[in-house]
């Protein structure tokens, strides 16, 4: 029973977790906690991998834990072994990478203890069958993650991304509880086949939609609760920040498809797919061009997390507009987008963010302005780097770009949707979509070109040194598996089919392992069709071809000139792209609006030997228009409230006995 051996394997990683306590100074510490979290990893990766291919029926397990009342119950099913499938792959290659990054750690005993637990925690929200178990393991989660961040509390910055982390994570708590409490309706039956069962109403199935967005779109980074995202995952350890971004994300969106297409026993209503529909095109476009305003490596990769979120949203959104309008089949196209970007996402914005680790180890450096030229100290991680940047950009023939086309051949299925605002919608986010994957491209033209090409920015940059060759293998295997689901997605695809028909009613793609070539024709050949694997081989072929007609029939004969400065006569650094240079065009055509983007020129008269300047002001609207008002409101409130302090005798009892009375009549009008 696979079962009760991942439950074991979760207590054994809590059991590392207050071993590390232990070992975390001695010498070879972190090598062992990283190894037994390395191992415990794969045989769990095994063990659900096995279980998912198998197909067999959900397990169950209670446990006499938690509520008295209740008990504590785990299952495992398809939709549960496909996303500890992501978190055990997630774990396995963060804790390989770990086992060299980890000997650079300032802070090993901060970080150590948390990891293991860290990975438990992930590991028991996806294994939990009931609504205290699940937010007990979902606060577990947030608390050891939120301690990772705050590993390096004593810069400033990470101890302000700490509290809002904080103050967002219980905000999604708040809104899951409230979810499963009106899920669970009066008679309290909050183990998840009782939920499952029960017969809820439009209403109620609308509330969870909402409380669910909220709860896990807030763990998630959907916009506009995205904001604690770029200034956590960059405070953590690379490898944490790995786990964070890459598949604590993927648990948000767990909860998300566990609430909205299992325990909700009824379909949502289509404006509710079209709700989601819309944030998550609003998220993807908003992520990309946030992100490429970024010179931070890590907060980078962190707003590309929400732009790929909102991906998965948009697959989320069409598959409950289909079910909806009970066209199964077309659900099951979006729900096979989703969940491929699910696991594509968590393969390569984990090899990017270790790829940034590697650099941050070798320079201690992680602004593109002070980087530049890594290619050559580096050329393993510059290729590793590369090909998660290719991946992330949609490009064949690597699996970003199988997800993406499959998104849009959901989004072609639209027009056979009967409500006229889904039928001007659907194409609006197509369009988004199309954008940010536009924007995606060039952001990441931006990071590697100015990371790791022309010449070394500081003295840093220009004494970097390879890394070691546990994160070498680590960013490879990623890199691997990311080449892999790109040529062979049928794979990939029948291997999520018990995970669609779970969600979907038993409708799933049709089997595409039989297909010729394995080519990938997700309703049929006539009308949609892809072939990784031959895109591989024409680009391999036409590449030697070229090298070989350039090599072999050009001509031999030199030729003397003035050698092509490329317009830089000087040699500095300084006279290169910059990454705000990169960025300025697309700044200026889309940062006026979206961010209010002001730039200052202020030119020198003649004569006047000072240096000119261009100062550029950005505004953040999400933040000003949404979340400074509350926080002006929270202050004055507090600040009022702080009377209370200084109150005389009399006076509090007047207000005790006040607020008792008022409770009182509440209590009776209730009735």
Known sequence: MPLPVLLMLSMALLAISIYAVAVARQPGGSRRVYGAALAISTLALILTLTHLLTAPEPVTLTLPLGLPWLGAHFRLDALSAFFLIVVNLGGG??????????????????????????????????????????????????????????????????????????????????????????????????????????????????????????????????????????????????????????????????????????????????????????????????????????????????????????????????????????????????????????????????????????????????????????????????????????????????????????????????????????????????????????????????????????????????????????????????????LLAGILPGLVVDGLGPVVGLLNGEARLVAQHNQPWLTLAPIVDAKSSYNGLLVLTFMALSGTAAAFLIHRLASNALRRGPAWDCGFPDASPATQYTAGSFAQPIRRVFGSIVFQAREQVTMPPPGNGSPAKLEVKMRDPVWDYAYMPITTAVVAASTRANDLQYLTIRRYLSLVFGALVALLLGMALWR
């Open 93 to 482: 290659v963060a804790s390989l990478f770990a086992l060299g990054y980890g000997q650079h750690e300032r802070a090993p005993e901060r970080v150590l203890p948390f990891f293991p637990a860290f990975l438990a925690g992930m590991s028991l929200v996806v294994l939990a069958d009931d609504a205290f178990t699940f937010l007990f393991a979902w606060e577990f989660m947030s608390l050891t993650s939120w301690a990772l961040v705050m590993a390096h509390h004593q810069e400033p910055a990470n101890a302000r991304a700490g509290y809002l982390y904080l103050v967002m994570a219980c905000f999604g708590t708040l809104a899951l509880l409230l979810a499963f409490g009106v899920m669970a309706g009066p008679n309290g039956g909050y183990d998840f086949a009782t939920i499952r069962a029960g017969d809820m109403s439009p209403g109620v199935a609308t509330a969870a939609l909402f409380l669910a967005l909220l709860g896990a779109g807030s763990k998630a980074g959907l916009v506009p609760l995205h904001v604690w995202l770029p200034l956590a995952h960059p405070a953590a350890p690379s490898h944490v920040s790995a786990l964070m971004s890459g598949v604590m994300t993927k648990v948000a969106i767990y909860g998300f498809i566990r609430i909205v297409f299992d325990l909700v026993s009824q379909p949502i209503p289509w404006w509710g797919g079209g709700l989601v529909l819309a944030l998550g095109g609003i998220t993807a476009a908003l992520g990309v061009l946030y992100a490429l305003m970024q010179h931070d490596l890590k907060r980078l990769l962190a707003y590309h997390t929400v732009e790929n979120i909102g991906i998965i949203f948009i697959g989320l959104g069409l598959a409950i507009a289909f079910q909806a309008n009970l066209m199964y089949a077309s659900a099951a196209m979006a729900l096979t987008a989703a969940l491929f970007h699910v696991l594509n996402h968590s393969l390569f914005k984990s090899l990017l963010f270790l790829g940034t680790g590697a650099v941050l180890t070798a320079t201690g450096e992680r602004d593109m302005e002070r980087l530049g030229g890594l290619i050559h100290p580096m050329p393993w991680t510059a290729l590793a780097f590369l090909i998660g940047a290719a991946a992330i950009s949609a490009l064949p023939p690597l699996n970003g770009f199988v997800s993406e086309w499959l998104t849009f051949q959901a989004i072609l299925l639209t027009p056979e949707l009967p409500q006229w605002l889904l039928k001007f919608l659907a194409p609006a986010v197509g369009a988004l979509l199309a954008l940010s994957a536009a924007l995606a491209a060039a952001c990441f033209v931006k990071a590697f070109g100015i990371t790791f090409l022309g010449r070394p920015r500081s003295p840093a940059a220009a004494q970097a040194q390879e890394t070691d060759r546990y994160s070498l293998a680590a960013m490879f295997t990623l890199a691997a598996l990311c």
